[in-house]
């Protein structure tokens, strides 16, 4: 079990909550681990419950027919996923997810979930407004991935991830496309043609924005 001091400690929604309403969930968390790269959940299975990142990072995605890849959310501590199935008259996951480091997190089953959100307004208020920041994030990707070309969601995709003019954190081909909605190939040629306009440098494996104005530029393309 994980403790009220914990719960609140590690995830801000609850931030603003009663002492009751955390005292209550901590008496129903399952604190479970998971090492890099593992399956936490699987789209389409019976959702069994919600889920809040105590620490480490998930990745949520959803999987294509053809086995392309499309990243919704990359989620660190404090935040949550799940929350939306035990709403629902037949709860399944929605998206799969998966640990991209070794992760903690606190689960909460869902019919424990669904009664202590009845319970406590201050909780369900807390609820509403992850549900708020959810669905603002999604109308933002889908608004990138139907009026954005790849030029231009690979563009913000640096400009948002690069501290102090370079991307710290290294990132392959193929993560970046799953985050943008496309393939590999589609990224590697792009990277190229930012390359050859002098907006960007590759060294070793590092990418360093050399034009943030033009990047820009490349960003607001429709």
Same mark, same amino acid.
């Given at each position: 079990?994980?403790?009220?001091?914990?719960?609140?400690?590690?995830?801000?929604? *609850?931030?603003?909550?009663?002492?009751?309403?955390?005292?209550? #969930?901590?008496?129903?968390?399952?604190?479970?681990?998971?090492?890099?790269?593992?399956?936490?959940?699987?789209?389409?299975?019976?959702?069994?419950?919600?889920?809040?990142?105590?620490?480490?990072?998930?990745?949520?995605?959803?999987?294509?027919?053809?086995?392309?890849?499309?990243?919704?959310?990359?989620?660190?501590? !404090?935040?949550?996923? @799940?929350?939306?199935?035990? *709403?629902?008259?037949?709860?399944? @996951?929605?998206?799969?997810?998966?640990?991209?480091?070794?992760?903690? #997190?606190?689960?909460?089953?869902? +019919?424990?979930? %669904? %009664?202590?959100?009845?319970?406590?307004?201050?909780?369900?208020?807390?609820?509403?407004? +992850?549900?708020?920041?959810?669905?603002?994030?999604?109308? @933002?990707?889908?608004?990138? #991935?139907?009026?954005?070309?790849?030029? !231009?969601?690979?563009?913000?995709?640096?400009?948002?991830?690069?501290?102090?003019?370079?991307?710290? =954190?290294?990132?392959? =081909?193929?993560?970046?496309?799953?985050?943008? !909605?496309?393939?590999?190939?589609?990224?590697? %040629?792009?990277?190229?043609?930012?390359?050859?306009?002098?907006?960007?440098?590759?060294?070793? @494996?590092?990418?360093?924005?050399?034009?943030?104005?033009?990047?820009?530029?490349?960003?607001?393309?429709?």
């Amino acid at each position: 079990m994980a403790s009220g001091q914990t719960l609140q400690r590690a995830i801000p929604m *609850f931030a603003r909550v009663s002492d009751a309403t955390l005292a209550g #969930l901590a008496r129903v968390a399952i604190r479970t681990t998971h090492g890099s790269g593992e399956t936490v959940i699987i789209e389409g299975d019976t959702a069994t419950a919600v889920y809040f990142v105590a620490d480490g990072q998930v990745s949520v995605y959803r999987m294509s027919p053809s086995g392309r890849e499309q990243v919704l959310a990359i989620l660190g501590p !404090g935040q949550a996923f @799940n929350t939306v199935p035990p *709403f629902q008259k037949q709860p399944h @996951n929605h998206a799969s997810v998966r640990a991209l480091v070794r992760t903690s #997190l606190l689960a909460v089953l869902i +019919d424990d979930f %669904r %009664r202590l959100v009845a319970e406590s307004p201050d909780l369900a208020l807390a609820v509403l407004d +992850d549900f708020a920041e959810r669905l603002d994030h999604l109308t @933002n990707l889908v608004e990138d #991935l139907s009026l954005r070309t790849v030029r !231009g969601r690979l563009a913000r995709f640096l400009l948002e991830r690069a501290d102090q003019g370079e991307m710290t =954190q290294r990132w392959t =081909q193929d993560e970046m496309a799953a985050q943008l !909605g496309t393939v590999r190939d589609v990224v590697g %040629r792009t990277l190229r043609s930012f390359v050859d306009g002098g907006l960007i440098r590759i060294e070793r @494996n590092k990418i360093v924005l050399l034009d943030r104005e033009g990047l820009y530029a490349e960003a607001e393309t429709a």
